[in-house]
């Protein structure tokens, strides 16, 4: 009986230290998270997230100071896709995802004051002095700064159309198993 | 006279009129036959412990939906759990207690399947789960066969005390009945140091009409082996599994058997024997455990094959079936992965093809 | 591993679902009468969409041209009518989303006044690039369903050097008859049609392959091109999806095309018979493509059959020019397999539409879904060697890089796996969701991509501009000074001396 516990706790003792200098000589490195996160984020600098830029808000996201809801912009799918890449669950019952969308100016009412134009980060709205603006499409991020900051509230955030291009089939519901 | 028509439904608008439910049937279908010669062969305790095996199958998966909160009955319905335990019902013994019966229902569909996320989820085939549970836990019943006691014959229980066999069981009337397979002989009888030559004199016959001790599924081979042709005619397998799985117990049989008569039983022996053919054809093709190609499904079956004949041989117990197809249903995954068909325009890697124009 | 590949030769691939199209094949084709009102959608082809050339109110002639062809890969569109421009606005699609398309709609003034018709007296002396030319001109695309344009094809086919046309007779979909009767009553077209494309792709033989459950189709096509050695009628098994471009071509001609390459790299060029017929039309009489046969199918039709009509028309003019039995549970564009289902009944007949599916209740049962038994059936009716219930697995779970890995872009989407399905799995919903979802994913990528360059271009902007003020602000200084310097210079030694006299 001796020889069946010594040897047995002699075999746990070795691999044991074979698992301990394994962990320590065989250890993966850390990926370079951070550029990766950022990639996700939908770069336009806006602050919304309360960061400077999305490189800052990636690196506090990789450290674990900041929730992947951060973004209003990036709305579900962003906040999915970070929780997805950093392993943490979500809860995104509070996201509002109100899907992507963009600014619309509304033309009757603009006075062609060009605040939006200085604040868009992507250059979006086209206009000038006393000229109605307007939003290029393709160029917006929806990050609404320019709703902000617009005297006359010409400015609104809509959901981009769905056209024939973009609609998709919808997942078909899955029976039980 | 203009008509909405809600919301899109996809294409194809048109299906098969097979289902789950008709799969299952015509592999009961098939395995009827093999089956009604088995109770007649062994008796009305044979039915019973049959009836028994498959009302506890349906008992653990109406269990496990009720825990789910889905309803049982139309679940049910897809005759999987009926089919499950009636593969496992024919490879037990024949006179095995109720509680034999009951417990490895129950565990096929409960542990064997519904923990698994249910049909089409599980990883082991839970007919083969369910008998290795009961043989390692009960060695004793699960190795008592009897010699067939053919059902109206003379000295052949009746009705009620077939029923009461199985409830309390087998009297002390019937030990003339109980005996040995010929696997189980033959290792006997060899660990004792008696060589084939001399002990398959004294061994139960071996018969290709089944006359022999053994399970319901095993005594008749060529009933095993009709149902299992017909099952091909009618589509629901293919040859590949069945082929591969025979030849892969008859081949290292006959080639070891050549050199050493007195240790090897001969390929016939192993081919007929055990749960060989029922294994082949109806236990070791079940769709959700086996692999998609045919190239798969081939390695797979003889693997099945392979390690069958070296359970039987070498390993501790006489019959391997049930290890050997839960050891390649493990196997399935990789097997999957690696041995994918080809696709039109790629080359067997996945590369497109090169044009040559 | 050939001689095992031999060995185990995957059973044949594909579906043979019953077919449904007799009796509606053997009807003869029937004229329909001018409708009162057209709808001509300008996207009935692959590509950029045509680009309207005529105003409200303009009087058109048949076969005018209506709408420009915009870029490389795109097609005109001609008045299939002669009457007035009433608007250009939009209609339904035929598309399962339901939205709208942009359409003009020409009133008809009843009289089917043609163009001044151009048609080439001998395509076969002419230049292959004119006959190409011709033929975009005329906004003839691709009939079997595709709607390529086929111009661009036939210079493609002249680039690469194809050898061989195919004239793709297969209509392997069940209910679907209409190249079966253009087979029927028009072989002449579609034979001549056949030999101005070889004429204009350089090919020197043309396979016509016709499914053998249209032994009329056969025996007509065979009587027409018998004067013509160079055009053989090759009958070929009744299977779905025969009339798939690449199982066609294996079939035909036993090569198999690269799942990254075009047909055309392996020499191979392949053509519907009604957009052969169509070309046909359109080099000899200078008829642009304003008119198609339309299979009208379907348990809810009183009396089925293939239609002749302008496109544009309402498909609800159709229906109710071949009556209704009941109210359709479902109406489909195209044939069973893979055709459009549409939400409503206000929607026009286009390039592509080869037929129109109502569909009574009995045909619409959906059954219910139930759980992957994992049985095999779609791998082996896959016609691309796919492993359909494994694509499925995972974007059931969303793993959709998973699917791709499976090569779900190979995927035709012909539905052979979703019809053998014992537990009717809409496979190709899956599909077609995973598809369109990592499409989605892409041009998002592209779309976040560009804002940023967008972001950081601005960033940069401001940063020249405030570089330049600060420049700019540096030189006008540096030119105060200096001009404040040069405005004394005289004085400057005076005051010196002076100073230097004072000091």
Known sequence: ??????????????????????????????????????????????????????AQAAAALAKGEAPVTLCPPGGKATAEALAAKLGVKVDLSNVSD???????????????????????????????????????????????????????????MAPIPVTLQHWTWPKPASAHN | M??????????????????????????????????????????WPAFFLWAITIGAAMLGEAFCLRLLNRRAVPVLMDGSAILTGWLLAVSLPPWAPWWIGVFGGMFATTLGKQAFGGLGQNLYNPAMVARVALLISFPVQMTAWVAPLPMFSAGAPGLVDGLLIILKGVPHAYDAVTSATTLGFAKTELSRGVNLLESLQHAPALSFIGSRPGSLGETAAWLILAGGVAMMFMRIITWHIPLAMLAGIAIPAAILHAVDPSRYLEMGAHVLSGGAMLGAFFIATDYVTSPNSPRGQLIFGFGCGVFTYIIRTWAGYPEGVAFAVLLMNSMTPIIDTYFKPRIYGRDRKGNPLQTTN | MGFLDRFLKAPSWGVHPEDHKRPAADVPLRMFPSPERVFMPLSQHVGGAARPIVLVGQKVLKGQLIA???????????????????????????????????????????????????PLADPFSAAPEEVARRSALAGVVGLGGATFPSAVKFALGKRLKVGTLIVNGGECEPYLSSDDRIMRDFPEQVVDGARIVMHAIGASEALVGIEDNKPEAIAAMRQAAAPYPEVKIRPVPARYPMGSDKQLIQTLTGKEVPSDARAAEVGVLVHNVSTCAAVHKAIRLGHPLVERIVTLNGGAIATPGNVYAPLGTMISDLLAFVGLKEAPSRLILGGPMMGTPLLHDRIPIVKGASGILAFDAAEAFVPEAGPCIRCGNCTKACPMGLLPLEMAARIRVGDLEGAEAYALQDCISCGCCAYVCPSHIPLVQYFSHAKGELTNAERTKLRTDATKRLAEAKAARIERENREKAEAAARRKAEREAAKAAATPAATPVAEQTQGASA
């Open chain 2, 2 to 43: 203009s008509q909405a028509y809600g919301i899109a439904v996809a294409a194809p608008h048109t299906t098969t009129t097979n289902s789950p439910t008709r799969i299952m049937t015509l592999v009961m279908l098939a395995l009827a036959p093999a089956t009604l010669y088995g109770f007649w062969l062994y008796g």
């Open chain 1, 1 to 54: 009986m001796l020889m069946s516990v010594g040897s047995l706790a002699a075999m746990g003792l070795a691999l044991g230290s074979v698992l301990g200098v394994a962990s320590r000589y065989l250890a993966v490195e850390e990926n370079p998270i951070e550029a990766e996160l950022q990639a996700m984020l939908p770069g336009s600098q806006c602050g919304q997230c309360g960061y400077v830029g999305c």
């Open chain 1, 98 to 156: 109100s899907g992507p969308q963009i600014a619309e100016v509304t033309e009757e009412i603009c006075i062609g004051c060009c605040r939006c134009m200085k604040v868009c980060p992507t250059d979006a709205i086209i206009g000038a002095a006393k000229q109605i603006h307007n939003v290029i499409r393709e160029a917006c991020t929806g990050c609404s700064s320019c709703v902000d900051v617009c005297p006359t509230e010409a400015l609104g």
């Open chain 3, 68 to 118: 420009e062809a915009q870029g490389n890969i795109s097609a005109p569109i001609h008045a299939p009518v002669s009457g007035t421009i009433s608007a250009v606005g939009e209609v339904t699609a035929p598309h399962p989303s339901g939205l709208p398309f942009k359409a003009i709609t020409i009133e008809s003034d009843g009289q089917d006044r043609w163009i001044e018709t151009d």
